[in-house]
């Protein structure tokens, strides 16, 4: 009977069964296959806002799982009256939310209990909230704000810690900022943020903890001359970025190209370093630098839990850095840096004489020695008002990047995301975001991520990739009637929570709408 279906039958089936049921049809009934495959009938799924490219998977469980857990279903939706909200942001454990409202309001959540009201704006005399970023392990909140020129003079911005407990949060500390300049955490207990002085291509990284017992409040660390705009850092080192890491800096210590360094190490390991399946496999081992390798590797080899090396109690960063242009920095801020800079600031005296002392206290216009990044990437777009962040494991990166329109009378500009593998610190093919066309906005737009997810909004529309396929969009988001203003992937569900006006407005997988409407609660 089916074989006998004519194309106009077949085609009012197209249009009239749900996504689901169609792709369901075209993956068991064989005999369907050729009309399911026609470019028509694929066009008729993106006219209904499935859009996703069935070729990029390989079987029907990865279609299944995506129509089962883009969190595309509205859920709730919280008025704020006549507060118009600015973005949000989830907690890294998805216990909290953040949600930034006009005149400096920001409320702070856990589950559904407020536990942090303030009004920056009466408070602190803000103007605008900047950023805000929840502490690795989400004790404390950090907000970057822009402070009123009268109070202000010269440092116009300030960074607010906030001790989150749990049923109420207070303020913690605080810090002035340059204008401009923003603030990252580096771990639990320790902020990074910028100063340039007012020289626009030189930049200063400083370390500020938030233990007001600590010996040492605040220090330099890191110096480069370069444009720095936008800071983040990742919690997670991979073994081979930290291996490289440090036979590189061996071998500038001992004045050795790396390739010698690493002809050395294979003659003491045993290893040929040319070829690159060994290589690898040393560099990729979970907690063993290469001093340690040579150390537990041979017959006569010492027990790692009778090892001092540091190796073992990693606490390296990854400090991405990127200016207007292009470009995206890497830097590996290890304990050697830290501890370099803490000797530096205790032996604070000639700047011209000592390296370091001239790359960390020197005025930036007058100084000669800067530090080098370790991996630099060319996106390929304009970084000027890009958004990043991270995967909830701090293993990927994502970021947008921007183009002007071809006229120039024409305010709408181009975005595109693209994703940096920091595993193996190269560009990642999947999502592979460049068979996408570059999406037009109005306005701002910002990249959230989980596991299972990526999403950006422009304008009035969210759009949602798989984040281990390539393609299309895995769904768009578009029932929205004003422009967005943040959109908010949870890490461990697939909920999503955006912003648009006065509304604060949850999705949810349908996975979790049949387990929300079937709970008796």
């Not at 704006?121 to 907000?143: A, C, G, Q, T, Y």
């Not at 490289?244 to 190490?265: H, M, N, R």
């Not at 991405?320 to 830290?338: A, E, M, P, S, W």
């Amino acid at each position: 009977m089916l074989l006998k279906l004519t194309d106009v039958v077949l085609d009012k089936l197209g249009k009239t069964l749900p996504e689901k049921d169609l792709l369901s049809l075209s993956l068991v009934h064989s005999s369907l296959n050729e009309f399911f495959n026609k470019e028509v009938y694929w066009q008729r799924l993106m006219a209904k806002h499935l859009w996703i490219d069935r070729k990029m998977f390989r079987s029907k469980d990865d279609i299944l799982f995506l129509l089962n857990n883009t969190p595309s279903c509205p859920q709730e939706t919280f008025e704020y009256g006549e507060k118009i909200l600015r973005f949000a942001t989830f907690s890294n454990d998805g216990s909290m939310l953040a949600v930034v409202g006009n005149e400096c309001r920001l409320w702070v959540y856990r589950e559904e209990e407020e536990i942090l009201f303030v009004q920056l704006h009466e408070k602190r005399r803000w103007n605008k909230v900047l950023s805000v970023e929840f502490s690795p392990d989400d004790k404390h909140i950090l907000i970057v704000g822009f402070m009123e020129e009268i109070l202000a003079m010269r440092r116009k911005n300030e960074a607010c810690v906030y001790e989150l407990g749990e049923d109420h949060a207070r303020l913690h500390s605080f810090n002035y900022l340059d204008q401009g300049m923003l603030s990252t955490w580096l771990d639990n207990k320790h902020t990074l943020y910028m100063s340039n002085n007012g020289i626009r291509d030189r930049m200063r990284i400083f370390i500020s903890s938030i233990d007001m017992s600590s010996e040492i409040m605040i220090f330099p660390i890191l110096t480069f001359n370069t444009r720095v705009t936008k800071i983040l850092v990742a919690q997670h080192v991979s073994p081979r970025t930290r291996k490289i890491t440090q036979i590189a800096d061996q071998a500038q210590e001992e004045g050795k190209t790396l390739s010698q360094k690493l002809f050395e190490i294979g003659l003491e390991s045993g290893v040929d370093v040319n070829n690159m399946q060994e290589l690898r496999a040393i560099l990729d081992q979970e907690s063993q630098c290469m001093p340690c390798y040579r150390l537990h590797s041979h017959h006569d080899a010492v027990s790692q839990r009778n090892c001092s090396c540091q190796c073992h109690h990693n606490t390296d960063k990854l400090l991405i850095f990127h200016g207007n242009d292009d470009r995206l920095h890497v830097k590996v801020i290890t304990h050697r840096i830290l501890e370099r800079a803490k000797q530096a600031w205790r032996q604070r005296g000639d700047v011209e004489e000592d390296a370091d002392q001239n790359r960390l206290f020197s005025p930036l216009l007058h100084c000669t020695s800067f530090d080098t990044v370790d991996h630099v990437f060319r996106t390929g777009f304009s970084l000027l008002k890009s958004s990043m962040c991270f995967s909830p494991d701090h293993r990927y990166l994502y970021v947008t990047g921007t183009r002007e329109a071809e006229k120039p009378k024409d305010p709408i500009m181009e975005i595109k995301p693209t994703c940096l593998d920091l595993e193996t610190m190269v560009i990642k093919s999947k999502p592979d975001f460049s068979i996408h066309p570059w999406v037009e906005y109005d306005y701002n737009a910002c990249i959230t991520a989980n596991n299972d997810f990526v999403a950006l909004f422009t304008g009035k529309n969210v759009l949602i990739w798989s984040s281990f396929h390539r393609g299309l969009p895995a769904k768009i988001l578009s029932n929205f009637n004003w422009p967005l203003s943040s959109v908010a992937l949870h890490p461990l569900r697939n909920e999503l929570v955006a912003t648009c006006q006065t509304e604060l407005r949850y999705f949810q997988s349908p996975v979790l709408k049949i387990e929300n409407d079937s709970s008796p609660n």
